[in-house]
């Protein structure tokens, strides 16, 4: 899988998730510190990986994704980043993130491995959106080439109204 990071090449390791894929499990790391996997969540599932959310780029996705969270009724929103779950919920709480759930990957850096986002060069996840069925199949994936830009919201949210 190629990447730019501004421009940049990076390496992305782990395996690449492609659609019709069984959903990849995972470890991640929910605000309050209790492991969560693929298995805890239910549904359809968006799940973004970002480099941080307290970045520009990745404020403006994770903010538009819970803005849009009401138009897809049913639908589970997950950001996953390796920002630490203090910074996390901290950043949430000051910009009024309610509809979308943050996870990390700072731990075991599974969701990076499983699903084709770790950034060797940065420690961090790139620009990606996954959506899974109810039936932990994936419908729809989108590896942004430039990490920095942002996902095809419209896109993603079409798979996820779809997604049954």
């Known amino acids: 899988?190629?990447?730019?990071?501004q421009n940049n090449p990076v390496t992305l390791t782990g395996s690449v998730v492609k659609v019709g894929d069984n959903a990849p499990d995972f470890k991640a790391i929910d605000n309050n510190l209790k492991e969560v996997s693929l298995k805890d969540t239910k549904g359809v599932r968006i799940l973004l990986t970002v480099p941080s959310i307290d970045t520009p780029v990745c404020d403006l996705e994770?903010?538009?994704?819970?803005?849009?969270a009401a138009s897809v009724k049913g639908v589970s929103i997950y950001t996953i980043s390796m920002d630490l779950p203090f910074a996390q919920a901290r950043w949430c709480g000051a910009h009024g993130i309610n509809s979308v759930t943050t996870l990390s990957d700072y731990k075991d850096r599974l969701v990076g491995k499983n699903y084709g986002t770790y950034v060797e060069e940065l420690g961090l996840l790139a620009r990606a959106a996954f959506v899974i069925d109810s039936n932990n199949k994936v419908v729809y994936v989108e590896y942004l080439e430039e990490i920095t830009n942002q996902p095809n919201f419209e896109a993603i949210l079409k798979a996820a109204k779809e997604a049954k």
């Not at 994770?62 to 849009?68: A, H, M």
């Open 1 to 5: 899988m190629k990447a730019k990071f």
């Open 62 to 68: 994770v903010r538009t994704f819970n803005d849009k």
